[in-house]
């Protein structure tokens, strides 16, 4: 693979906006790590992706690699800006996709939504990872869906 097979292009759309398609290929990739990869079962379908932007990073054969959900203030997180449902195919992880998709999501965030704290819930494996993005941990660890999980700030 080259560098310019490697370029995501990136689209935001509204729930309503998503082709069947594209809300197929998303539950599917959801699904694929959330529920098979990490062995966890859990209703993935919470009723929220109505209220939220979906950034989706497809490749240059229009294949769905890279995926948030992205909250405006109090949609998720009282008095935060939230984004979730982070995932990066796993094929595709070795090619950093994983820090793109989270600085586009945060850029995505506070141009769209106005610069405001973003809150997550990470898995607590993953902490290195969003600390690299200006998140800080806070509050006590929590067990979700059976994976210990962290509530993480980024400030503006």
């Known amino acids: 693979m080259n ?3 490697r370029v995501l292009h990136w689209e935001l759309k509204t729930f309503d906006q998503l ?3 594209e809300l197929y290929e998303l539950i599917a990739l959801r699904n ?15 009723f929220k992706d109505q209220q939220a932007l979906h950034l989706l990073g497809k490749n240059e054969a229009g294949k769905l690699i890279a995926y948030t959900r992205l909250f405006d203030v109090n949609q998720y997180y009282e008095g935060y800006l939230a984004i979730g449902r982070v995932i990066t195919h796993k094929d595709f992880r070795k090619y950093g996709y994983g820090i793109e998709l989270m600085k586009k999501s945060i850029e995505l965030c506070y141009t769209t939504f106005g610069e405001m ?5 990470a898995q607590k494996y993953l902490t290195k990872f969003y600390g690299l993005l200006g998140f800080k941990e806070i509050g006590e660890d929590y ?3 059976g994976i210990p999980h962290c509530i993480m700030i980024r400030d503006v």
């Open 3 to 5: 560098n310019t097979e």
């Open 19 to 21: 082709s069947n398609e």
């Open 32 to 46: 694929q790590v959330f529920v098979v990869e990490q062995k966890c079962v859990y209703q993935d379908l919470d």
């Open 117 to 121: 704290a973003i809150k997550i819930g």
């Open 143 to 145: 067990i979700e869906d």
